[in-house]
């Protein structure tokens, strides 16, 4: 068995995002294309007799309700894994952003830990595992582009990656996820419909999807944090920018991009505007690993 292993944890940003009425079982009916990015989390996994999560960051939760810690207590559970497991997060995906971090670093523990005990990445215990924690954490376990229904977590299909330079703009301030449903509920917005961003997909046009990204949570994160709207607006009129859209329930901002030149000078301009900035692209796989 190995002893330790490393796994890339990928951010995503939402290319469509349609949030629907809430369910009999209180969540919201979720229609969403994900996309992974090359910006990640590093998450590196050893075998010990307890569990323990290092984090290079302090965080606003305390360890035992961080999405990693709980991945791997419940593998433990579902797989009757004997000891526990050392855990370094080496966090740089911003929390309250809207940029999937913890569902990934949830997916890099799962697929860290299924790798290290010799469990088949397609044992179906591990994508329920993944669907109990959370919406986002079956599609990381995945990557690459892929259209999501139920409460987010049920993946419809697979759809053909594209690759393009993307960036990322984020206000100081976070975006609650829970805040931004009640802001949603208290005064919803239509969801849209994905058939544009599916057709850029499928004829991996940037240009296309550039112009087709929707999130009917824009407002919510806009009355949450009124800045979100600045960084769109800025964004959205850069030359060079295909389109841009708010991650998630924000407070992210991202922008698909001509060129890698405009992705980064966007981010280099960002700290000047009061914005933390960063230039990425996206990527074709989900959470990975190495020994």
């Given at each position: 068995?190995?002893?330790?292993?490393?796994?890339?944890?990928?951010?995503?940003?939402?290319?469509?995002?349609?949030?629907?009425a809430?369910?009999?079982?209180?969540?919201?009916?979720?229609?969403?294309?994900?996309?992974?990015?090359e910006?990640?989390?590093?998450?590196?996994?050893?075998?010990?007799?307890?569990?323990?999560?290092?984090?290079?960051?302090?965080?606003?939760?305390?360890?035992?309700e961080?999405?990693?810690?709980?991945?791997?207590r419940?593998?433990?559970?579902?797989?009757?894994?004997a000891g526990g497991?050392?855990?370094?997060l080496?966090?740089?995906?911003?929390?309250?952003?809207?940029?999937?971090?913890?569902?990934?670093?949830?997916?890099?523990?799962?697929?860290?830990?299924?790798e290290?005990?010799?469990?088949?990445?397609?044992?179906?215990?591990?994508?329920?595992?993944?669907?109990?924690?959370?919406?986002?954490?079956?599609?990381?376990l995945?990557?690459?582009?892929?259209?999501?229904?139920?409460r987010?977590?049920?993946?419809?299909?697979m759809?053909?990656?594209?690759?393009?330079?993307?960036?990322?703009?984020?206000p100081?301030a976070?975006?609650?996820?829970?805040?931004?449903?009640?802001?949603?509920?208290?005064?919803?917005?239509?969801?849209?419909?994905?058939?544009?961003?599916?057709?850029?997909?499928?004829?991996?046009?940037?240009?296309?999807?550039?112009?087709?990204?929707?999130?009917?949570?824009?407002?919510?994160?806009?009355?949450?944090?009124?800045e979100?709207?600045?960084?769109?607006?800025?964004?959205?009129?850069?030359?060079?920018?295909?389109?841009?859209?708010?991650?998630g329930?924000?407070?992210?901002?991202?922008?698909?991009?001509?060129?890698?030149q405009?992705?980064?000078?966007i981010a280099?301009?960002?700290?000047?505007r009061?914005?933390?900035?960063?230039?990425?692209?996206?990527?074709?796989?989900?959470?990975?690993?190495?020994?």
């Open positions: 068995m190995l002893q330790r292993i490393e796994v890339t944890a990928p951010a995503k940003v939402n290319l469509f995002l349609g949030i629907g809430v369910r009999p079982d209180g969540y919201h009916d979720v229609t969403t294309v994900l996309h992974t990015l910006f990640a989390d590093t998450i590196a996994l050893e075998p010990a007799p307890t569990f323990s999560l290092n984090c290079s960051e302090e965080l606003d939760i305390p360890a035992e961080n999405l990693a810690l709980r991945a791997a419940a593998f433990a559970e579902a797989f009757e894994m497991v050392a855990i370094e080496t966090k740089r995906i911003p929390s309250g952003a809207g940029l999937g971090g913890g569902s990934s670093d949830a997916a890099a523990v799962l697929t860290g830990l299924a290290l005990h010799g469990i088949e990445s397609a044992d179906p215990r591990l994508l329920a595992v993944a669907q109990a924690l959370g919406a986002d954490v079956p599609f990381f995945l990557g690459g582009a892929a259209l999501m229904t139920g987010g977590d049920r993946i419809e299909r759809l053909p990656a594209i690759a393009v330079p993307v960036v990322l703009v984020k100081r976070p975006v609650p996820t829970a805040a931004a449903y009640r802001a949603f509920d208290a005064d919803p917005v239509p969801a849209g419909d994905p058939a544009a961003v599916l057709d850029a997909l499928l004829h991996a046009n940037p240009s296309a999807l550039g112009a087709a990204l929707s999130n009917n949570m824009t407002a919510c994160a806009v009355s949450l944090v009124p979100v709207a600045d960084a769109l607006a800025w964004v959205n009129v850069v030359p060079g920018v295909f389109g841009a859209a708010v991650a329930s924000g407070s992210s901002v991202y922008a698909l991009c001509a060129a890698e405009v992705a980064r000078r280099d301009e960002a700290a000047g009061g914005f933390w900035g960063m230039a990425t692209s996206t990527r074709s796989s989900g959470v990975t690993w190495t020994e």
